[in-house]
């Protein structure tokens, strides 16, 4: 059995983001196993709209050498109403930020899956198919399928969503992000985001749209839950492993990064708890993203054509307060969407 002082399970932006980290805080002994590679591995990071605000760039210091162009409007559409929202963003080629923070990190990267994981006295015993490891510190940041969540926390998401992406060739506006509302899906939406030379990244529900002429497709796993606890022991989970991403606009690449980097933070202070009360405190987890969720899924498309109403003419805080005051009963839905919009991804 191979011994580490710090164990990642997972190579993705929670898992590098950690190992990018603890390197520059100078912890060493750290072992990342991440079980894809080559092709197949960038296929799976590409499944995605790859937007993320500049503000949570800021937050990750992600540099401009991984980004695409540059967002500078979000639109959102529903029931013929279209509201343009000024935003600041960017849409990143994820893979060249994986490469990007694997080249910043002294953590030894072992192509492995991992089968299992369990307590051992302090330490962790964690089994793949090429052998076993002993670790004191162990980050799940294994993804929404996270076997270290299954077999340390035994917690499973809510709500599992299949996302289709497709990449076409479409013209489009080059820095607006595109939010196509689908009231006879829930409130689910398509995507439609920009991702330069001519090419759309559009995604859905798996089922509820269907896209001509991509040259390229892939589906991808959402996850939605609650996590009481993201630590257990010296065990933290990351990112979505941990449901991390936002309920109402699935933004979940910021905090993934965000998360790698505060679990780091934690182990070199050698304070776990301060991961913890990071999430409890962190208002991108706050419950009310999902209340809100759970209130217009169960919308008819009426009651969609109704609470958009009030924007018509174009979105404005003041028309927000209208809204709040006209509908209190639904003023944690205007309230969540637009905190998704200014803070969830
Ligand atoms: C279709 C789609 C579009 C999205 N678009 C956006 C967007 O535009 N903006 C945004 O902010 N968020 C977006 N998200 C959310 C975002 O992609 C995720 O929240 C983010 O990728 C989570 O990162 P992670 O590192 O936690 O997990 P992942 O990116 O899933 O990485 C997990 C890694 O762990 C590895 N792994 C898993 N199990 C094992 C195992 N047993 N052994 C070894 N390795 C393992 C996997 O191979 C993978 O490399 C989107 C999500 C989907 C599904």
Request: hydrophobic fraction near 40%; charge should be positive; include cysteine.
């Amino acid at each position: 059995m191979e011994e580490c002082n710090v164990l990642i399970v997972g190579g993705g932006l929670a898992g590098f983001s950690a190992a990018k980290r603890l390197t520059e805080l100078g912890v060493r002994d750290v072992v990342l196993i991440e079980r894809m590679s080559g092709e197949h591995y960038e296929h799976y990071h590409h499944i995605c709209g790859q937007a993320i605000s500049e503000r949570m760039s800021a937050m990750c210091q992600i540099d401009d050498s991984s980004t695409i162009c540059k967002i500078d409007a979000l639109k959102m559409e529903c029931c013929g109403t279209e509201v343009r929202i000024p935003v600041k963003g960017r849409i990143i080629d994820r893979v060249k930020l994986l490469e990007s923070m694997r080249g910043r990190t002294d953590a030894r990267v072992v192509k492995d899956s991992v089968l299992s994981v369990r307590k051992d006295g302090d330490s962790f015993v964690v089994a793949c198919t090429g052998g076993e490891y002993r670790c004191r510190y162990l980050i799940g940041a294994d993804g929404a399928f996270s076997v270290v969540r299954k077999c340390l926390f035994g917690t499973e998401p809510d709500i599992r969503m299949p996302l289709v992406n497709n990449i076409v060739r479409a013209d489009g506006e080059p820095g607006a992000i595109i939010f196509h509302v689908q009231p006879e899906m829930g409130g689910r939406y398509r995507w439609d985001f920009p991702i330069g030379e001519g090419l759309r990244s559009i995604g859905y529900v798996n089922g509820a749209w269907e896209q001509d002429g991509s040259v390229d497709k892939g589906i991808r796993f959402a996850v939605i839950g609650r996590m009481g606890k993201v630590t257990k022991g010296n065990c933290c989970l990351a990112g979505d492993s941990a449901f991390m991403a936002n309920p109402i606009c699935y933004g979940g690449i910021g905090t993934s990064l965000l998360a790698g980097r505060r679990v780091a933070e934690a182990i070199a202070k050698g304070n776990i708890s301060s991961y913890q009360k990071w999430y409890d405190g962190d208002a991108a987890f706050n419950p009310h993203f999902r209340q809100a969720l759970d209130t217009f899924s169960g919308w008819d498309g009426t009651q969609f054509a109704d609470s958009i109403a009030p924007f018509r003419k174009g979105y404005s805080l003041l028309r927000g307060g209208y809204a709040i005051l006209r509908r209190p009963r639904w003023a944690n839905v205007y309230f969540s969407i637009w905190m998704a919009v200014r803070r969830g991804w």
